[in-house]
């Protein structure tokens, strides 16, 4: 006996419906996006005092429904050979848009 043969078929298109929904939604929030990532290096550049001697770069989400975000990293290790760091900040960029949505620094 095949459940799905059984369903109604209002039950039928309800399920093709969901599945048509779900496929575009994150079809939507996972594709490309329009700020590639050199484009947001520059970007972020733009928001620091500082020549970093390492640069970090990672696509992600956030929030609800999911934006995609830039969150790009530029430091400058500790002189006394630690594990910190002399100069640290993060700068989150719309991926989309290239707007800068944060940015934080530890000194």
């Known amino acids: 006996?095949?459940?799905?043969?059984?369903?109604s078929t209002a039950a039928k298109?309800?399920?093709?419906?969901a599945v048509i929904?779900?496929?575009g939604y994150f079809g939507g929030c996972l594709g490309k996006t329009t700020v590639e990532r050199d484009e947001a290096i520059r970007i972020a550049r733009q928001q620091i005092d500082f020549v970093?001697?390492?640069?970090?770069?990672e696509l992600?989400?956030?929030?609800?429904?999911?934006?995609?975000v830039w969150g790009i990293t530029f430091w400058i290790e500790a002189k006394d050979g630690g594990d910190g760091f002399e100069r640290?900040?993060?700068?989150e960029v719309h991926a989309e848009t290239g707007e800068v949505l944060d940015k934080h620094s530890d000194p």
């Open 21 to 23: 929904i779900t496929t």
């Open 60 to 68: 992600g989400r956030q929030g609800f429904p999911p934006t995609a």
């Open 13 to 17: 298109m309800f399920i093709v419906l």
């Open 1 to 7: 006996m095949n459940p799905i043969r059984n369903s």
């Open 88 to 91: 640290r900040t993060a700068v």
């Open 52 to 57: 970093p001697e390492k640069t970090n770069a």
